[in-house]
């Protein structure tokens, strides 16, 4: 466990303690503000972010920094990072002992960031840090405590490009979201907007 987030990304960035690391281009540590109190979590980088070494930055990045956007938010006040740092070959779902491999990472984040809401994206993160049994089209949206933290579970951006009749539901969860915000956070701005 690092106490230090340089020393942590340093660390992170030579990591090779899966499969993955042998086809990388970058590892994808994460992005936006480490004294966030909402924290967004997904599954593992794509192409895009694995050739920029920032995550969500492709299509589905796109999409989700207009959602972000669309309830007063940005990357400037929240922290977004994935399950593993490395690229899943032809993105596929990234394996369990990957998954394994890679979480000491994320959980070292998750504890110097100390956020008080995290938001998964997609069911595979959700599975794996929030409910195991977690069902995206039933439970997106809901609200768990869990370790003194709230925890919510959304449509990935990208099931969002492919299946888009689902994008009032996940619009619907970032109100949610938005509001939960107002009411526990003391350090999140939120840009008003008239609606």
């Keep these: 466990m690092y106490n230090n987030w340089n020393d942590l990304q340093e660390e992170c960035k030579k990591c090779e ?4 690391a042998k ?3 970058n590892v994808v540590f994460g992005d936006g503000n480490p004294n966030a ?11 895009t972010e694995d050739e920029t070494g920032k995550p969500f930055v492709g299509r ?3 999409l989700l920094d207009k959602m972000l956007a669309g309830v007063g938010l940005s990357r400037d006040n929240i922290y977004i990072a994935n399950i593993v740092k490395c690229r899943p070959p032809q993105n ?3 394996l369990p002992a990957e998954q394994e491999a890679c979480i000491e990472w994320l959980r070292n984040q998750v ?3 100390r956020p008080k809401i995290i938001v998964f994206l997609g069911r595979i993160s959700a599975m794996k840090l929030m409910k195991p049994d977690f069902k995206v089209t039933k439970e997106h949206g809901q609200f768990f405590e869990k ?3 709230l925890m919510m579970g959304t449509f990935h951006p990208a099931a969002l490009l492919r299946s888009p009749g689902n994008k009032p539901d996940a619009f619907e969860d970032f109100r949610k979201l938005r509001d939960k915000i107002s009411e526990i956070c003391e350090n999140t701005e939120i ?3 008239e609606n």
Excluded: Y
């Design 37 to 47: 109190e909402v924290m967004f979590i997904g599954e593992g980088p794509g192409q």
């Design 191 to 193: 840009e008003s907007f």
């Design 60 to 62: 589905a990045g796109q």
């Design 147 to 149: 370790n003194g933290v």
């Design 23 to 25: 086809t990388r281009i």
């Design 111 to 113: 504890s110097l960031i």
């Design 92 to 94: 596929r779902d990234p």
């Design 17 to 20: 303690k899966c499969d993955l």
